[in-house]
């Protein structure tokens, strides 16, 4: 695998090329993601999408430009090491939480009675 990482900086028409590079991405609200980042076409735009190594297996997010605080070239190694350092956490948790259903107008307790004849 071709690794864009040198003593010196490059210079190339992005629009030639594949983005394809072992990148340390920070987002804005403080995420910071390490893994291999590229680009694609989705959701009706181009988006990056980081493939973060968890030991066997990825887990890939995708962002949006505007989201970019800052994108560090680095060494698949690097990448590899500080994605092993922040382990993604699923977003069941935010699931988990207890909530009432939609009052749909049915009730199945005693109160009703009470209730009709209050009116």
């Given amino acids: 695998m071709k690794q864009n990482v040198g003593t010196e ?5 992005a629009s030639e ?30 988006v990056g ?6 030991g066997d297996n990825w887990v890939t997010q995708y962002f949006g430009g505007s989201a970019i605080y800052c994108v560090t070239l680095t060494t698949e190694e690097i990448a ?8 993604m956490r699923p977003v069941v948790g935010l699931l988990a939480f207890h909530h009432e259903p939609p009052d749909d107008g049915y009730r199945d307790d005693e109160d009703d009675e009470d209730d009709d004849d209050a009116a």
């Fill in 9 to 13: 900086p490059q210079t190339s028409n």
């Fill in 80 to 87: 590899r090491a500080d994605a092993n350092r922040s382990t």
């Fill in 49 to 54: 999408r980081v493939d973060i190594p968890q």
């Fill in 17 to 46: 090329q594949e983005f394809r590079q072992w990148c340390i991405v920070e987002l804005m609200g403080h995420v910071r993601l390490a893994g291999l980042v590229t680009e694609e076409q989705r959701f009706g735009a181009t």
